[in-house]
């Protein structure tokens, strides 16, 4: 049968409501698998219609940001003209974010943008704490009776072929639950050509859609993230959490300043071996580095297994760091993994006998063989005789070195094929990461999988591949404090409000002591700005807790790396303090020794007694002096003057927050600096305030931006 298309939003929402009635569970992709047009069309008709209940469950949804003052305002115009310049702001979520909502209309979101429901209190009630492989179970159980997608689509010798794109994550997960339900559901598609399109598993039929929308159009372009400036701690984060990486393993890393220290550090390690080699001897982290990981380049190279494909990752997949690949057949991964399928002067079939004893190809492992290239598709299993692509027949007996020899002669295959470097979830990224996978040749998209979240986040399907699969894998993730006892505190405040979520945090910690070489490695800054004085990210107790501490395994900050598998409570402590902000150490030993986990005798070992932001600066001078740590390593959605502008007004929105700061901002306010000067005569043109009509006061304070000390 075939399935019902629509060229307007308007009328697929007439129809999706003709069918499911006036209450609606919708679930939607996180980030950007959501069909922004059909969301607000489905919004408008329950702001319209008190009788109409409509709940969304999503998360990381996102609109251009918006300036909280006259100044940023005016700063982000020209910005969201050029970043986000086609993207369709979605009026729900707006509405939501203001507070606005309708009562009919409850937003439920299992992952925020970082800090951005702080201050929100109807979102911090809606909230559902979940791990990111529990999100679509936790959909049913709310009674999620639509689905709503975007699509990627091009078209293959004149028919439409469809994929999810980059939001494969819950959907693929979702659908086969929805088949078990009692209650009338849908999944409704809505076509964007703007979405790089992804083969493997997030290609689809169109017949798992209900509903397609197509208007025909370009469709808009994903929403773009800017990348963060890296600073000194987080580079000595990433370049501690790259040396705990074993060539020829798997890689899993997060998002942010953190996660793209670690990946450029990565890629500085296989460029530059010897600077990063010294790096990490100057760091003092090369012991834990040849037990645990390595200094050296990537031989054999690296395969991802990561919820999120970021661009950085995706550049170390560019760069053929990210090159090892898996299979999803066992044999043939076994194989693999023991360097069998590599042409030594010696027949496929041959080596495989002599080195592997294999007897005889089943069905199922013939065509495997197939499938992935090693034998020829004319190669047929008749009974105990095996057919050869020439017409002959032989026994189904490899110990017979005449039935090897014609298999070798007739029946090899093209070469291997199908394997996988990067198995995903979802992504998001910068305007010029989707142009290059927009651009990427047909064999490198191939090499990527874009998949459900179950099959990344977990290893139930098949422990015994997943774990020849993934080899000694880094799971490398980022958290705001750690406990002396080794616990993790990553998604919300001591007050329980939410700063962003799960997600896959725990999902990876679990994989990694499951799987026999596995790691996690949480990454935190050691402190952060308390006023006069640092507060410290470890801290002695939290109210709760992300991961808890019989979890615990490899903590990282920019003074050291903590192992802490298999350790005592006691030396869990020793080991916590020596990564500490040595100006917050005394308290930490303090609460310690009060609680009885320290002896009251405990000296801090001296070597641990100077981790400072002076002693980091000092480390990384000859690396930055080479060039080899760029601010933004992988680009920027902003040009280098909006960065330069950027920075100058955060420094003037801080100095505005203490009392010295207001002292030195009076300072720049009395003797601002010149119109003419080149840097604010851009600032004031990119501003729109240069003109005769640009409010003066306006003006004043971004010259005394630039005149601050």
Partial sequence: MSVPHFDDVDAAADAILARLGRRIVLGTPLGI???????????ARAQKDAALSLDIITALSLNPPRGSSALESRFLAPVIERVWGDYPAMRWLSDFEAGQLPDNVRVIEFYVPSGARLKHPRAQQDYIS?????????????G???????VAVREDDGTPCYSLAGNPDVSLQLLPMLQSVDWPWMAVGQVNRGLPWMGNDAQVEDSVFDV????????????????????????????????????????????????????????????????????????????????????????????????????????????????????????????????????????????????????????????????????????????????????????????DPTVRASLDAKAQGEGLRGGIAMHGAFFIGPG??????????????????????????????????????????????????ATLL????????????VVSGVGGQFDFVSIAHQLPEGRSVLCL??????????????????????????????????????????????????????????????????????????PSDYVLPEQARHNTPDAIARVLAPLHAADHLPRLPFGCDLNADELALAGRLKRLKA??????????????????????????????????????EAPRKLQRLVRAAYALD
């Fill in 212 to 399: 397609l929308i197509d208007d025909g159009g370009p469709g808009h372009h994903p929403f773009a993230v800017p990348h963060e400036p890296v600073d000194d701690s987080a580079w000595a984060v990433g370049l501690r959490a790259a040396s705990l990486v074993r060539d020829g393993g798997t890689l899993q890393v997060g998002i942010g300043s953190l996660g793209d220290a670690c990946c450029h550090a990565l890629r500085l390690r296989d460029r530059q071996p010897a600077a990063f080699a010294k790096a990490i001897a100057d760091l003092n982290g090369d012991t834990l580095a040849q037990a645990v990981g390595g200094c050296g380049r990537f031989e054999e190279g690296l395969y991802v297994a990561s919820e999120l494909i970021s661009n950085p990752l995706f550049s170390l997949f560019e760069d053929g760091i990210v090159r090892r690949e898996v299979f999803d057949d066992i044999d043939i991964q076994r194989w693999a993994a023991a360097g069998l399928l590599a042409d030594d002067g010696r027949g496929l079939f041959e080596r495989l006998y002599a080195e592997d004893g294999l007897p005889r190809l089943s069905r199922g492992l013939l065509a495997a063989m197939q499938r992935h290239g090693l034998a020829h598709p004319g190669l047929q299993r008749d009974g105990q005789h095996l057919r050869l692509p020439d017409g002959s027949e032989c026994a189904n007996d490899l110990s």
């Fill in 655 to 692: 100095a505005a927050g203490t009392w010295p700061g207001r002292w030195q901002l009076l300072r720049a306010l009395a003797r601002p600096a010149a119109v003419d000067q080149p840097e604010v005569a851009k600032a004031l043109r990119h501003m729109r305030l240069d003109g005769p």
């Fill in 130 to 142: 979940s791990n990111y492989t529990h999100v679509a179970r936790d959909m049913v159980s709310r």
């Fill in 525 to 598: 800054r050691a402190s952060r700005s308390g006023g006069t004085q640092p507060e410290s990210n470890i801290v002695w107790e939290y109210p709760h807790t992300t991961v808890p501490r019989h979890m615990r395994d490899i903590i990282v900050t920019e003074y050291g790396v903590a192992d802490l598998r298999g350790k005592t409570d006691r030396e869990c402590i020793e080991a916590m303090l020596a990564i500490a902000d040595s100006r917050c150490q005394p308290k930490l030993i303090e609460a310690a020794k009060s609680a009885g986990k320290l």
């Fill in 486 to 497: 080794g616990a993790a505190v990553s998604d919300q405040l001591a007050d329980g409000k």
């Fill in 33 to 43: 698998g959501k069909p922004n047009a059909l969301l607000d069309a489905l919004y």
């Fill in 432 to 481: 010029d990461f989707y142009q290059r996978l927009h651009q990427l040749p047909e064999a490198d998209r191939a090499r990527i999988n874009m998949t459900s979240v179950a099959e990344v986040n977990r290893i139930y399907t098949d422990y015994r591949l997943e774990r020849l699969q993934r080899r000694h894998p880094r799971f490398i993730n980022l958290t705001m404090k």
């Fill in 144 to 150: 999620v009776n639509l689905l709503v997608q975007a």
